[in-house]
């Protein structure tokens, strides 16, 4: 597979539509593995979804943008590895992601923004 950097504005999959489509799709815990699904974890995750204000929903994005951007700039391979993907893997692969960053940013707002 070529891993020529494509021009971060260009990428297929935009960081601010994948993180405001997973915010308003609800919380099944799709991120954690099948032994780690606590369905009390994942409806306290989804009770905080659905009252996210639009001021959390636009930290929410923004720090997924962050994320992405530099998991571009250093050539993180996972990152590449959806990127470039030539099927819809590398894309249901990003959801997965974006969805255990909205669970962590639900979870601990404060680490996700410390981390920004």
């Known amino acids: 597979m070529d ?11 935009m960081p601010i539509l994948v993180a ?3 915010a308003g799709t609800t919380f099944t815990g799709q991120d954690l593995s099948e032994k780690n699904r606590d369905g009390g974890y994942i409806a306290k995750i989804e009770a905080r979804r659905q009252v996210m204000t639009t001021e959390e929903l636009k930290e929410f994005c923004e720090a997924v943008d962050d994320r992405y951007l ?4 250093n050539g993180a391979e996972w990152f590449m590895d959806i990127v470039q993907s030539e099927n819809n893997e590398g894309r249901n692969q ?9 669970s962590s940013y639900l979870s601990h ?7 920004g």
């Open 70 to 73: 530099t998991a571009y700039l």
């Open 94 to 102: 990003l959801y997965v992601f974006v969805s255990h960053w909205l």
């Open 3 to 13: 891993r020529t950097k494509i021009d971060y504005d260009l990428l297929p999959l």
């Open 20 to 22: 405001d489509a997973v």
């Open 109 to 115: 707002p404060e680490v996700m923004r410390r981390r």
